[in-house]
């Protein structure tokens, strides 16, 4: 079992940044990839980010690249997401996921565990 807890979240003006952290605790993170996903009202869940269990390798929505940044530190058993240039589309509440192996996915369903969320609202 992994245990994931979001927070960073919160009210921001379009334009502005946040960092949304997701902390790990339970069996073995190091090996485990991680995804971003976010629900927006009245909208199914998409996925927005991850990362291999190494970091090595990052994986984008074409609606976030080159504004969000997924990162992991696995000493603190961390992920992260640094989200920059918000768009009210942006507003969502955002979940972190772990996967039962090290390669990551873009597909929700493949992920095995899920913290309960953190919300972002971007206003205009």
């Known amino acids: 079992q992994v245990q994931l807890v979001e927070s960073g979240g919160g009210l921001v003006q379009a334009g502005g940044s946040l960092r949304l952290s997701c902390a790990a605790s339970?069996?073995?993170?190091?090996?485990?990839?991680m995804g971003w996903f976010r629900q927006a009202p009245g909208k199914e869940r998409e996925f927005v980010a991850a990362?291999?269990?190494?970091?090595?390798?990052?994986y984008y929505a074409g609606s976030v690249k080159g504004r969000f940044t997924i990162s992991r530190d696995n000493a603190k058993n961390a992920v992260y997401l640094q989200m920059n240039s918000l768009k009210p589309e942006d507003t969502a509440v955002y979940y972190c996921?772990?996967?039962?192996?090290?390669?990551?996915?873009?597909?929700?369903?493949?992920?095995?565990?899920w913290g309960q969320g953190t919300q972002v609202t971007v206003s205009s």
């Open positions: 339970g069996r073995t993170f190091s090996s485990n990839a």
């Open positions: 990362i291999t269990w190494s970091g090595t390798n990052r």
């Open positions: 996921a772990a996967r039962a192996f090290a390669a990551p996915s873009m597909r929700s369903d493949e992920y095995a565990y």
